[in-house]
Protein backbone atom coordinates (compact mmCIF):
# COMPACT_ATOMS: atom_id res chain seq x y z
CA UNK A 1 0.00 0.00 0.00
CA UNK A 2 1.05 3.49 -1.37
CA UNK A 3 -0.48 5.44 0.80
CA UNK A 4 -1.88 7.68 -1.94
CA UNK A 5 -5.63 6.87 -2.30
CA UNK A 6 -7.99 7.28 -4.63
CA UNK A 7 -12.09 6.77 -5.45
CA UNK A 8 -14.30 5.33 -6.88
CA UNK A 9 -12.60 2.48 -8.18
CA UNK A 10 -14.57 2.20 -10.77
CA UNK A 11 -16.18 4.10 -12.62
CA UNK A 12 -19.23 2.98 -15.58
CA UNK A 13 -20.83 6.48 -17.64
CA UNK A 14 -22.26 7.56 -20.54
CA UNK A 15 -20.68 9.75 -23.44
CA UNK A 16 -21.51 13.18 -22.83
CA UNK A 17 -21.18 13.06 -19.32
CA UNK A 18 -18.92 14.76 -16.62
CA UNK A 19 -17.36 12.75 -13.77
CA UNK A 20 -14.76 13.85 -10.85
CA UNK A 21 -11.96 11.26 -10.04
CA UNK A 22 -10.42 11.87 -6.18
CA UNK A 23 -6.95 11.62 -4.94
CA UNK A 24 -5.72 11.80 -1.26
CA UNK A 25 -1.74 11.70 -1.43
CA UNK A 26 0.33 10.65 1.11
CA UNK A 27 0.56 12.31 4.41
CA UNK A 28 2.97 15.15 4.00
CA UNK A 29 2.88 15.10 0.44
CA UNK A 30 2.94 18.52 -0.96
CA UNK A 31 2.72 16.91 -4.73
CA UNK A 32 0.27 15.27 -6.38
CA UNK A 33 0.23 14.14 -10.34
CA UNK A 34 -2.39 12.79 -12.59
CA UNK A 35 -1.48 9.62 -15.03
CA UNK A 36 -3.54 7.93 -17.81
CA UNK A 37 -2.75 4.46 -18.67
CA UNK A 38 -5.16 3.38 -21.94
CA UNK A 39 -4.30 -0.05 -23.96
CA UNK A 40 -3.15 2.02 -26.57
CA UNK A 41 -1.25 4.77 -25.03
CA UNK A 42 0.39 3.42 -22.10
CA UNK A 43 0.84 5.15 -19.19
CA UNK A 44 0.74 8.85 -19.93
CA UNK A 45 1.69 12.55 -17.28
CA UNK A 46 -1.65 14.30 -17.39
CA UNK A 47 -0.96 16.95 -15.15
CA UNK A 48 1.20 17.88 -11.64
CA UNK A 49 -0.17 20.35 -8.55
CA UNK A 50 2.31 21.05 -5.97
CA UNK A 51 0.97 22.92 -2.80
CA UNK A 52 -2.51 23.96 -4.85
CA UNK A 53 -0.60 25.75 -7.66
CA UNK A 54 -0.76 24.03 -10.93
CA UNK A 55 3.53 23.17 -12.10
CA UNK A 56 3.57 20.96 -15.40
CA UNK A 57 1.17 19.89 -18.36
CA UNK A 58 1.55 17.03 -19.87
CA UNK A 59 -1.17 15.83 -23.04
CA UNK A 60 -4.00 16.81 -21.00
CA UNK A 61 -7.43 16.96 -23.07
CA UNK A 62 -9.06 21.04 -23.10
CA UNK A 63 -12.02 18.67 -21.67
CA UNK A 64 -10.29 17.27 -18.76
CA UNK A 65 -9.15 19.91 -15.43
CA UNK A 66 -7.84 19.30 -12.26
CA UNK A 67 -7.16 21.35 -8.85
CA UNK A 68 -5.62 20.83 -5.36
CA UNK A 69 -7.60 21.86 -2.54
CA UNK A 70 -5.98 23.58 0.58
CA UNK A 71 -6.46 20.20 2.75
CA UNK A 72 -4.18 18.80 -0.70
CA UNK A 73 -6.30 16.56 -2.09
CA UNK A 74 -6.84 16.47 -5.46
CA UNK A 75 -9.57 16.03 -8.34
CA UNK A 76 -9.59 15.43 -12.08
CA UNK A 77 -12.18 16.32 -13.98
CA UNK A 78 -12.67 14.38 -17.00
CA UNK A 79 -16.07 16.17 -19.16
CA UNK A 80 -17.90 15.74 -22.32
CA UNK A 81 -16.78 12.12 -22.08
CA UNK A 82 -16.05 10.06 -25.11
CA UNK A 83 -15.52 6.33 -25.57
CA UNK A 84 -11.72 6.98 -26.11
CA UNK A 85 -11.47 8.13 -22.59
CA UNK A 86 -11.79 4.73 -21.21
CA UNK A 87 -8.71 4.49 -19.51
CA UNK A 88 -7.43 3.24 -15.63
CA UNK A 89 -6.62 7.08 -14.11
CA UNK A 90 -3.95 7.31 -11.55
CA UNK A 91 -2.73 9.92 -9.31
CA UNK A 92 1.07 9.58 -8.03
CA UNK A 93 1.86 11.93 -4.78
CA UNK A 94 5.41 13.24 -3.92
CA UNK A 95 6.60 14.74 -1.05
CA UNK A 96 8.38 18.04 -3.35
CA UNK A 97 7.84 18.86 -6.84
CA UNK A 98 11.91 17.92 -7.55
CA UNK A 99 12.63 15.55 -10.49
CA UNK A 100 14.30 12.73 -8.14
CA UNK A 101 11.31 13.39 -5.48
CA UNK A 102 10.00 9.70 -5.46
CA UNK A 103 6.46 9.46 -6.91
CA UNK A 104 3.78 6.81 -5.53
CA UNK A 105 1.10 5.62 -7.27
CA UNK A 106 -2.69 4.69 -5.96
CA UNK A 107 -4.59 1.99 -6.71
CA UNK A 108 -5.86 3.48 -9.85
CA UNK A 109 -9.59 4.67 -10.73
CA UNK A 110 -11.21 2.67 -14.04
CA UNK A 111 -12.98 4.23 -15.89
CA UNK A 112 -15.29 2.83 -18.86
CA UNK A 113 -17.08 5.07 -21.04
CA UNK A 114 -20.24 3.58 -22.78
CA UNK B 1 -5.19 -6.74 -16.53
CA UNK B 2 -4.59 -3.38 -17.39
CA UNK B 3 -2.84 -4.48 -20.55
CA UNK B 4 -5.08 -7.49 -21.36
CA UNK B 5 -4.73 -6.04 -25.82
CA UNK B 6 -1.69 -4.25 -25.34
CA UNK B 7 0.93 -6.27 -26.99
CA UNK B 8 4.00 -5.97 -24.38
CA UNK B 9 7.58 -7.68 -24.98
CA UNK B 10 7.61 -10.71 -22.38
CA UNK B 11 9.82 -12.60 -21.06
CA UNK B 12 9.41 -15.88 -19.03
CA UNK B 13 11.85 -17.34 -16.60
CA UNK B 14 12.52 -20.20 -14.51
CA UNK B 15 11.98 -19.68 -10.60
CA UNK B 16 15.38 -18.46 -9.17
CA UNK B 17 17.09 -17.59 -11.76
CA UNK B 18 17.60 -14.02 -12.89
CA UNK B 19 15.72 -11.72 -14.71
CA UNK B 20 17.10 -8.66 -16.99
CA UNK B 21 14.40 -6.36 -17.92
CA UNK B 22 15.88 -3.80 -20.61
CA UNK B 23 13.98 -0.08 -21.48
CA UNK B 24 15.67 2.55 -24.15
CA UNK B 25 15.19 5.67 -23.65
CA UNK B 26 15.45 9.14 -25.98
CA UNK B 27 15.90 11.85 -24.37
CA UNK B 28 19.40 12.39 -23.59
CA UNK B 29 18.38 15.22 -20.89
CA UNK B 30 16.84 13.09 -18.56
CA UNK B 31 18.51 13.33 -15.22
CA UNK B 32 16.94 10.56 -13.20
CA UNK B 33 15.45 7.35 -14.01
CA UNK B 34 12.70 5.19 -11.90
CA UNK B 35 11.77 1.25 -12.41
CA UNK B 36 8.04 0.12 -11.71
CA UNK B 37 6.43 -2.77 -10.97
CA UNK B 38 2.70 -2.88 -11.68
CA UNK B 39 0.53 -5.86 -10.72
CA UNK B 40 -2.61 -7.01 -12.43
CA UNK B 41 -5.13 -4.47 -10.91
CA UNK B 42 -2.61 -2.24 -9.26
CA UNK B 43 -0.83 0.93 -9.65
CA UNK B 44 2.48 1.16 -10.69
CA UNK B 45 4.74 0.44 -7.27
CA UNK B 46 8.34 2.23 -7.18
CA UNK B 47 11.20 -0.66 -6.95
CA UNK B 48 14.55 1.27 -7.58
CA UNK B 49 15.41 4.48 -9.38
CA UNK B 50 18.99 5.90 -10.34
CA UNK B 51 20.51 9.30 -11.39
CA UNK B 52 21.82 10.10 -14.08
CA UNK B 53 25.08 10.68 -12.51
CA UNK B 54 25.48 7.47 -11.78
CA UNK B 55 26.02 3.74 -13.83
CA UNK B 56 24.57 1.32 -11.08
CA UNK B 57 22.86 1.05 -8.40
CA UNK B 58 21.75 -2.01 -6.39
CA UNK B 59 18.46 -2.80 -3.52
CA UNK B 60 17.51 -5.86 -1.89
CA UNK B 61 17.85 -8.68 -5.06
CA UNK B 62 17.47 -5.61 -7.66
CA UNK B 63 20.18 -3.50 -9.59
CA UNK B 64 19.52 -0.87 -11.83
CA UNK B 65 22.14 -0.03 -14.74
CA UNK B 66 22.57 2.64 -16.74
CA UNK B 67 24.28 3.31 -19.72
CA UNK B 68 23.87 7.17 -20.95
CA UNK B 69 25.94 6.61 -24.11
CA UNK B 70 23.82 4.11 -25.90
CA UNK B 71 20.49 5.56 -24.09
CA UNK B 72 19.71 2.06 -22.03
CA UNK B 73 18.57 1.07 -18.82
CA UNK B 74 18.83 -2.42 -17.71
CA UNK B 75 16.84 -4.11 -14.30
CA UNK B 76 18.55 -7.02 -12.91
CA UNK B 77 16.41 -9.33 -10.81
CA UNK B 78 17.81 -11.82 -8.51
CA UNK B 79 16.69 -14.89 -7.52
CA UNK B 80 13.12 -14.58 -9.51
CA UNK B 81 10.24 -15.50 -7.72
CA UNK B 82 6.95 -16.27 -8.52
CA UNK B 83 5.52 -13.07 -6.78
CA UNK B 84 8.08 -11.35 -9.07
CA UNK B 85 5.61 -11.49 -12.39
CA UNK B 86 4.20 -8.67 -13.15
CA UNK B 87 4.57 -5.90 -15.77
CA UNK B 88 7.51 -3.69 -15.08
CA UNK B 89 8.04 -0.36 -16.93
CA UNK B 90 10.74 1.91 -16.91
CA UNK B 91 10.55 6.23 -16.54
CA UNK B 92 12.46 8.89 -17.22
CA UNK B 93 12.22 12.31 -15.61
CA UNK B 94 13.71 15.75 -17.17
CA UNK B 95 14.84 18.52 -14.98
CA UNK B 96 13.79 21.53 -17.17
CA UNK B 97 10.29 19.53 -17.66
CA UNK B 98 8.37 19.58 -14.37
CA UNK B 99 8.56 16.62 -12.63
CA UNK B 100 6.58 14.64 -15.38
CA UNK B 101 7.26 11.19 -15.97
CA UNK B 102 8.15 9.55 -19.22
CA UNK B 103 6.82 6.10 -19.28
CA UNK B 104 8.25 3.14 -21.64
CA UNK B 105 6.10 0.83 -23.09
CA UNK B 106 6.32 -2.23 -20.32
CA UNK B 107 7.87 -5.70 -20.18
CA UNK B 108 5.92 -8.55 -18.80
CA UNK B 109 8.03 -10.84 -16.45
CA UNK B 110 6.56 -14.45 -16.30
CA UNK B 111 7.96 -16.90 -13.44
CA UNK B 112 7.65 -20.05 -13.94
CA UNK B 113 7.27 -22.12 -10.43
Known amino acids: DSGVTQTPKHLITATGQRVTLRCSPR?????VYWYQQSLDQGLQFLIH???????AKGNILERFSAQQFPDLHSELNLSSLELGDSALYFC?????????????FGPGTRLTVL | GENVGLHLPTLSVQEGDNSIINCAYS??????FIWYKQESGKGPQFIID?????DKRQGQRVTVLLNKTVKHLSLQIAATQPGDSAVYFC????????????FGGGTRLMVKP
Open chain 1, 92 to 104: ASSVRPGVTDTQY
Open chain 2, 91 to 102: AENINNAGNMLT
Open chain 1, 49 to 55: YYNGEER
Open chain 2, 27 to 32: NSASDY
Open chain 1, 27 to 31: SGDLS
Open chain 2, 50 to 54: IRSNM
